[in-house]
Nanobody
């Protein structure tokens, strides 16, 4: 089965940091862009960031405000999301998926190989 496997979520206090991992399962990541989404209770799913295949260029949602960094290690078949200065508003289940080779869309319906997500809870 072709999918991503997310990990690294947890419970942390405000202004803390966390790094999420997104491992490709059943396929090689090299030629795929990868995006992160999040879904908080009673809210719509939000696009967070995306990293292209090839040149590795990145794209971020405005609310990230320089706090998050997406990166990839094709040798490990894994994409990461480094999150800093977290606030309770960042509490959500975080998912990764692929839009194909390039980050041309931010709509979840255009992404594939969704994983089960990893819960991030920011609370004092």
């Amino acid at each position: 089965q072709l999918q991503f496997v997310e990990s690294g979520g947890g419970l942390l206090q405000p202004v803390g940091s966390l790094t999420l991992s997104c491992a490709a399962s059943g396929f090689t990541l090299d030629f795929y862009a990868v995006g992160w989404f999040r879904h908080a209770p009673a809210k719509e799913r939000e696009w967070v960031a995306c990293i292209h295949s090839g040149d590795g260029r990145t794209r971020y949602a405005g609310f990230v405000k320089g706090r998050f960094t997406i990166s990839r290690d094709n040798a490990k078949n894994t994409v990461y999301l480094q999150m800093n200065t977290l606030s309770p508003e960042d509490t959500a289940v975080y998912y990764c998926a692929t839009p194909g080779a390039r980050c041309t869309v931010r709509v979840g319906d255009k992404y594939d190989y969704w994983g089960q997500g990893t819960q991030v809870t920011v609370s004092s």
